[in-house]
């Protein structure tokens, strides 16, 4: 279950079948961060009254050719009315596509990480709704034996690393590993949010060229990308981001 | 799914923790008119960063008590942030109790019309969050072959009867008939909403003294009334309601 809100999800410049889209969207990517595959959804929409007819059609347009093309039936919704706001939720229910999914957790000391795509500078170009839910992706990776956890990063890779740490570790990632969208900087990179790309571990020994070629001739477009490795807390070299210097979206302060 | 909103389906008179049962209590108000049971459910918190942490740990506990109570496990969730609000929605996921689920639509011109409860005043009397919600009649009714359809009354009656009368006939109402909560009056009764009670259609030819017989054996406690019946739109008799004349709760105008 993700929301989009007015003013921190989208404004004025998204049009509002796009925000549909996206909304859509960001839940297939955390379906896909599962391995996946998405069934049906519901949707509850809390909006002022002032909010013209005509947005909420294209909005409602904009998520219906998305639940179409993903083949997502939406079954269901609700509506509410709140001064000065505009939000809308969906919850996305799935089904494991293959014999697992894999979860946030499960990661091992020595395990490889890796990222899909680029990272940072999303809402300024945009991807942060034209981006396409790495659910074939994630299915592929899902049945690949040596992955062992797997997230999306949607909070920016500093925040979203955490949850795929293992306990008593800590990420050993040299600066100019991390792959930038455009001129973005490191710390845009590391905690803009918005990515919607994928982030798993690969257990430490597994055949790592195999890995690699393997997804080059699955996926001849997506850009893979191998971070570096989870260390223990006390053995992180020198050189490599201190993690602790980010914090990536905080919810609550 | 339905929401709870602060200024609408709550305010500071409500204690956090029933708010968070409230939550729940809504959702399986809608599964009960479809006589189904209860099974998961995911949650999405939408908060100005001024909510106290206090008021969040409570309203989680009113939430995962009620939870508990129902059977129902939280599966999982989301927090976003935004200003001058504080709104949760709760997505539930059941299962047919029966060999059926009830829906809207099924009723027929000349069919019975029933409410269990009392309607009316429910904001000012606390009914709207300290209701139980009518699980055990709903897995009941959906075991008698004569109910055709059911719907809960969340919007007021006057409102929440159009998606159960079937197409080309209107209710057949006396006022005096409605069974209203104390003092409430007619119109209070009719459109107040947040009532949580059970409307539903029993076919024309049934067996009504022997369903009420069975009823009140089941339910001694729950009062059910016989609202009326469903007749052909040209043919309403005179003293019975114009449910013209009022509009129950809109969420769009």
Redo the contacts between chains.
């Keep these: 279950?993700?929301?989009v809100?007015y003013?921190?999800h989208f404004d004025d410049r998204v049009p509002a079948g796009a925000v549909g889209e996206k909304l859509l969207k960001r839940n297939l990517s955390d379906i896909a961060a599962m391995g996946g595959r998405p069934v049906a959804a519901?949707?509850?929409v809390?909006l002022d009254?002032m909010v013209s007819?005509k947005w909420?059609e294209e909005f409602y347009r904009g998520l219906a050719a998305s639940a179409r093309h993903y083949g997502v039936s939406i079954v269901?919704?609700?509506?509410?009315?709140?001064?000065?706001?505009l939000?809308a939720?969906l919850?996305l229910?799935g089904e494991a596509s293959a014999g697992r999914v894999l979860t946030r957790t499960g990661a091992r000391v020595g395990d490889w990480i890796f990222v899909t795509g680029e990272l940072g500078r999303s809402l300024p170009t945009g991807h942060h709704h034209a981006f396409i839910p790495r659910l074939k992706e994630g299915a592929w990776l899902v049945r690949r034996r040596e992955v062992r956890a797997m997230i999306d990063v949607s909070d920016g890779l500093a925040k979203d690393l955490h949850p795929l740490t293992p306990p008593g570790a800590t990420p050993a990632i040299a600066a100019e590993r991390i792959p930038r969208r455009g001129d973005a900087e490191l710390r845009a990179a590391l905690t803009d949010g918005e990515d919607y790309e994928l982030l798993f571990a690969v257990a430490a020994r597994a055949d790592l060229p195999a890995f690699e070629r393997a997804w080059k001739r699955r996926f001849r477009r997506t850009r893979l990308t191998c971070l570096g490795h989870f260390v223990r807390l006390d053995s992180r070299p020198a050189g490599t981001i201190d993690f602790g210097l980010y914090h990536g979206y905080e919810?609550?302060?």
């Design positions: 279950v993700d929301p809100i003013g921190r519901v949707i509850s809390t009254a007819l909420m269901g919704g609700d509506v509410a009315q709140a001064p000065h706001l939000a939720s919850t229910v919810h609550l302060r």
